[in-house]
Nanobody
Framework: VQLQASGGGLVQAGGSLRLSCAASGRTFSMYAVGWFRQAPTKEREFVASISRSGGMTRYVESVKGRFTISRDHAKNTVYLKMNSLKPEDTADYYC????????????????????WGQGTQVTVSS
């Protein structure tokens, strides 16, 4: 599967953005998906993940209550809606996917994911 991340941009603190991760192929519903981010001079970190079914999600503590991950199987797309953005959310955001049998499996480790998209840059000004 090939992943295309988009939706990044420059936004003021307190603002919102919605990132999209569009996948090629007809079987994206067979993949669990995660979002990760990497800020300048920092290591890439987990942000959120969603199961194949969309029924299970996981978030890093720092974004809980502000970010929402969702998916649209008909559009082969996973979204990351980011509200109440903070300057510390500034980073390149990457989506990743892995083909799994379980409809409820979610994961936060980078090594659990096999396919990665290119990053989309998010800049939050103070």
């Amino acid at each position: 599967v090939q992943l295309q991340a988009s939706g990044g941009g420059l936004v003021q603190a307190g603002g919102s953005l919605r990132l999209s991760c569009a996948a090629s192929g007809r079987t994206f519903s067979m993949y669990a998906v995660g979002w990760f981010r990497q800020a300048p001079t920092k290591e890439r970190e987990f942000v959120a993940s969603i199961s194949r079914s969309g029924g299970m999600t996981r978030y890093v503590e720092s974004v809980k209550g502000r970010f929402t991950i969702s998916r649209d199987h008909a559009k082969n797309t996973v979204y990351l809606k980011m509200n109440s953005l903070k300057p510390e959310d500034t980073a390149d955001y990457y989506c990743a996917a892995v083909n799994v049998a379980s409809t409820r499996w979610v994961a936060s480790a980078q090594g659990d994911y096999r396919y990665w998209g290119q990053g989309t840059q998010v800049t939050v000004s103070s």
